[in-house]
């Protein structure tokens, strides 16, 4: 049992770690990166990397390798990777694919199935550039390279659509059920790469057995247990003090779930993934028991986790450049390429299709995930383990500034000179999202020839789909019209505000109705861009409230933009 | 390190656990009981006292004594007890001991001192039917049994209050300040208590510097650190994505806090107890944050910890009835008198005093971590430790039925006699606190000869205190006059209803103004007692709402009460 000097450390070690780590995952955000960064460098300061080598003895004074504290240490990161994944699975929305359809499947497909193949092929043919080590069987090190590389990190691609505007475009809706079908057939891959493992813990089953049992949860999960838990959902809440019920209802779950899939001889992490995404699904959950999950595995379990995986490994001396830049290398050209070719197969234009490329290459937490457990299996050794991190990390700081890139080299600067007083209604008289459209949409169909009637529909159905309020008060409903020649937007402002469910909560002061010809896949996404970019700045919805004519507007649009 | 075979034991055990804990817990509350009771049953079910003894394999296989499992177990169980005495700081408000003033101080010290030396006498008199052990210390024992006598459980004395309506009457500021009063010295004293023991684990300081030490921390902490932590604050709030910053920062502090107490010899929770009091108190902190830290230590962790302990003890073959039945009449006893003695100290008449001493005997989650430390550090045996486990139940179960007990015995029923449509505004023209209890005020003033705004100025301060929305839609602004003859009840309907800052947040629509005597201090209690009561249906509410005159609005009344 721990005695009192074991507590001292623990509960010592646990507040240096958090303290360290949510400091650091602060300050990388601050710098637009993901706090994951800041979260795995404050263990690489704290760990063998650089405190270490310093002060070795304090390092394991506070860290030890060994010891009750170490499987205190090992417990709690167990118990938070676990919780990880089940808000990771919670975050997973399956009805999106469903009703995204074919071209998010497309993208998922390839650029699920492109990158695995090439960096399974890469493992299998360069293995020695990879750092393969003896010992291991060549197969189950390929496959797990190519899961590395393949997989892709949901929760990391979300947000950056959504600090670049782009998440409630198709293009973002495309991107994001590509991810999610990559994040489950990636785990579920991976769950049975696992299973070829074998159960070093003697309840060990046969492989055949194991993939049989593993299939046959996910598919029951995700289709009668999804309904059950969906079902049941109802008299937690009726006979349960609220939220309590629900939360526990949920952790139990998660548990008993990653209790099942470690027993079956794969990872715990995951049948919570599994659960996370059955539980998440439910239309009952409310949106408290989320967020109390939500928040404190992201910022209590999730940093403490993250940093600890710092701790295990010393980066410096592991650190082998040339085996990080074949790494990058492969992920970066495999995973651009992917997102591109299944965008394409879409049916996106090749602007489109190369930022759908970007936008799918962070790896992210998960890669991280996958390295560690390789790593612990003696799968790849602590080099690989170093680049796969790297890369990680790598992929997902370069994704948001690569579309950034790929928007910009157009540099069609469309807003300015699509705007105009005809198509501007200055004071809407709409007050619900549907009258407002309504409003917009006839103002631009009689003199464009149009038909009112089929385009509401339209922009309707999509708006169903998913709501188009990006927030800071902006919201840009949209449709593409086959027989329309050029662009056309339409400017209208509500000074009570319309409900268009954006993310921050806001009600949309300004609202864009942008119309794309069929034949201009790229103009929706480009012109949606600047309109995200034109708002970033809080100030200037105040300024737009505060003035008197169109021409002021489009006088500070054309300031603004360039 | 954990390997496959233990990570699915401790997700099977915890998952296991939770259910069954939370389960139970909940039912316990459909009966009115603590959670608390629920919690220990499941364990007392999975331990060894019933599966232990129908099953054992099954018993040790999820919950091992020894192993790695074991170690796993007692990490998170470690992490939940610190965890749950930092929310339960965080509960306490050090400003209502300021603001309560003198009466609920007298009723903190006497029950407090009269109960701890009782205690202490009656262990060291009559140890051998306490179950004191050969071996042991007998002024450690006797001290460690006055301690988990005496001290009293804040939030469960709070949830009763709120339960029966009371916790904004003049009684129940008076008990809760005391409650809080006797929490933070009865920690204080237990931590000075575990000083004595010595520290087992090498880094053990001689006694004097241990209780130096934690003086200092407790000094320091309730002042300086307060006060710093309340300035810091808004720069963790303004420069960290929220609530993770704050979040985080409360962790971090609470695990240093628990890391230094641990330290300096005595027990980690008193360091989180006490950094939670500093942290709660800070009028930056925001609610969301309170919710997410307290719903998830309330709903995951304490469940956990306290099913935990019923997994360490074999509650049947260590239940000894005569001694059960000793403890249970010295913690009634002394208990009861210190309340009633501090009350008529602090001028409360008879009935008031009772209903003081009721109200502060539960012992409830603080007496069994006291119980769990003591068994631990060896200073009591099993058959006690079941015993204070029993007595802390009972007395929070006890509690409220006793106060219920004494407010009827005197079967006044006044409010039917009270209320009359002289008194009655039945659409109230104020739209603040302020303006309806001028109102309300203006109305009785006059035909009783009393001075308004001296009145006004009287219930306003009262409700400046705490204000007095009770919920279920219903407020009782009151005050004590002391040239009254009789009490006065003035009911005023608010159609649009009022802000009386209620803690179920709904707008108050029934007003009571409630005036009694300064020679009857029992009736504002009673009054008080049989509105909440009368509106603990809520379909009254929406009854009242649809009535046309103050006469069907009496016969609902008189209806009601009886």
Same mark, same amino acid.
């Given at each position: ?12 070690s646990l507040g240096v770690l958090l303290f360290? &780590?949510?400091?650091? +995952? ?82 998922? @497909? ?20 990879? +750092? ?13 390279? &190519? ?37 489950i057939t990636g785990w579920i891959v991976f ?6 493992? !074998? ?72 049948? &919570? ?64 390429? !992917? ?37 612990? &299996? ?14 990680? @990390? ?74 188009? +309020?990006? !927030? ?91």
């Amino acid at each position: 049992m721990l005695t009192s000097y074991h507590i001292t450390i623990l509960f010592l070690s646990l507040g240096v770690l958090l303290f360290v &780590a949510r400091g650091l +995952g602060e300050l990388a955000q601050r710098f637009h990166q993901p706090a994951v960064l800041g979260e795995l460098i404050a263990g690489v300061l704290l760990g063998p990397t650089v405190l270490g080598t310093l002060a070795p003895d304090l390092s394991l004074f506070l860290f030890p390798l060994n010891g009750l504290n170490a499987i205190a240490l090992d417990t709690i990161g167990t118990l938070a990777i676990a919780l990880f994944l089940l808000v990771a699975g919670m975050e997973v929305d399956l009805s999106i694919i469903w009703k995204q359809g074919k071209v998010g499947t497309k993208v998922g @497909i390839a650029g699920m199935v492109i990158p695995f193949f090439i960096a399974l092929t890469a493992a299998l043919v360069i293995p020695g550039a990879l +750092g393969r080590h003896s010992g291991v069987d060549p197969t189950l090190f390929a496959l797990f390279f &190519a899961i590395a590389i393949s997989i892709s990190a949901l929760p990391v691609i979300a947000r950056i659509l959504m600090d670049m505007g782009l998440y409630r475009t198709d293009l973002g809706m495309v991107v994001i059920s590509a991810a999610i079908l990559n994040d489950i057939t990636g785990w579920i891959v991976f769950a049975i790469v696992l299973s070829l493992l !074998g159960n070093p813990a003697g309840n060990a089953h046969p492989i055949v057995l194991t993939i049989t049992l593993t299939l046959a949860f996910t598919g029951l999960m995700l289709t009668l247990g999804r309904r059950l838990i969906h079902n049941v959902m109802p008299f937690v809440q009726a006979y349960t003090r609220w939220p309590g019920g629900e939360l526990s209802f949920a952790l139990c779950l998660g548990f008993l779930g990653a209790a099942f899939t470690e027993w079956i001889g794969i990872h715990a992490i995951f049948g &919570a993934f599994i659960v996370g995404v059955a539980v998440g699904d439910s239309s009952h959950l409310r949106e408290r028991t989320r967020v109390i999950i939500g928040d404190f595995v992201s910022f209590i379990f999730a940093p403490v986790f993250f940093a600890g995986i710092g701790l295990k490994v010393n980066f410096l001396s592991h650190f082998d450049l040339p085996l990080v830049l074949t790494v990058l290398g492969i992920a970066f050209s495999c995973k651009i390429m !992917g997102g591109f070719i299944g965008a394409r197969w879409g049916g996106m234009s090749s602007q489109e299709s190369w930022t759908v490329g970007s936008a799918m290459i962070s790896v992210g937490t998960m890669g991280i995930i996958v390295g560690m457990i390789a790593l612990q &299996a003696g799968i790849i050794r602590e080099p690989l383990f170093v680049a796969l991190i790297v890369m990680a @990390i790598v992929t997902s700081m370069a994704s948001g500034p690569l579309m950034r890139l790929i928007l910009k080299t157009e540099k069609k600067q469309r807003l300015r000179d699509l705007l105009s007083s005809k198509y501007c209604i200055w004071e809407l008289k709409g007050l619900s999202r549907r009258e407002v459209i309504q409003e917009m949409t006839a103002l631009v169909s009689g003199p464009e020839g149009l038909d009112t009637h089929s385009l509401v529909t339209a922009i309707w159905a999509r708006e169903q789909l998913l709501s188009t +309020g990006i !927030g800071n008060g902006v919201a840009l409903p949209h449709a593409r019209v086959e027989n329309l020649r050029a662009p056309l937007v339409v400017a209208g402002i509500s000074k009570t505000g319309i409900d268009f469910d954006a993310p921050d909560g806001r009600p949309a002061t300004v609202i864009f109705l942008v119309l794309t010809p069929g034949n201009e896949p790229g103009a929706q996404l480009e012109i949606a861009a600047e309109i995200a970019k034109l708002f970033r700045d809080p100030h200037i919805l105040d300024q737009i409230l505060r003035m008197k004519t169109f021409t002021e507007f489009l006088a500070l649009i054309r300031a603004r933009v360039n």
